[in-house]
């Protein structure tokens, strides 16, 4: 019972981590709501492994981004469980976007999953090295592909 505390304390406090992620990547309530109880099912999961060598936020990007893009690639049905209701704040995030928000949201959306990851990882504060760490990029690729994902967003949030 210690450990199940301990491993719903820790990711109430990232759990706005894994609802931006889970938006990124889905745009139907439901399906968002599924996905992100399949995050936390795989964090559940693989809570043992966690052996602190990494930050925990760094852990939990991990397994949220490699839960999100398995199930994006390979389609099936996401049980539900109920116990996760019981993290702290599991749901949609009610917070209303302004429109230079959903503008960028919607941009975001338009690129491949992997630049959607990185920049993901950019806007959380991550630096070139643990975004390369988590993706499996060099700091100097990092840095490259974040050039070009801005560059990109420029041009998909020209005005018409």
């Known amino acids: 019972m210690r450990d199940e505390q301990r491993f719903l304390e820790a990711m109430g406090e990232h759990r706005r981590l894994v609802l ?7 745009d139907d309530a439901d399906e968002r709501k599924d996905l992100e109880q399949e995050v936390w099912l795989q964090a559940w999961k693989a809570w043992p492994t966690f052996r602190g060598e990494a930050k925990l936020s760094t852990w939990l990007y991990r397994v949220a981004l490699n839960t999100i893009l398995t199930l994006k690639r390979r389609p099936r049905v996401v049980e539900r469980n109920d116990h996760l209701e019981q993290l ?5 995030d009610p917070s209303i976007r302004n429109d230079d928000a959903q503008r960028l949201h919607r ?32 700091a ?8 070009r994902i ?11």
């Not at 931006?20 to 889905?26: P, Q, T």
């Not at 959380?124 to 993706?135: F, K, M, P, R, T």
């Not at 560059?151 to 005005?159: G, I, S």
């Open 20 to 26: 931006r992620l889970v938006n990124l990547y889905v």
């Open 88 to 92: 702290p704040g599991v749901g949609h």
């Open 107 to 138: 941009a975001l959306r338009l690129l491949p999953e992997t630049d959607r990851a990185l920049i993901a990882l950019h806007l959380e504060g991550y630096d070139h090295a643990e975004v390369g760490g988590i993706l499996g990029l060099t």
């Open 140 to 147: 100097n690729h990092v840095g490259v592909k974040l050039h």
């Open 150 to 160: 801005k560059a990109r967003l420029t041009e998909l949030l020209k005005p018409d």
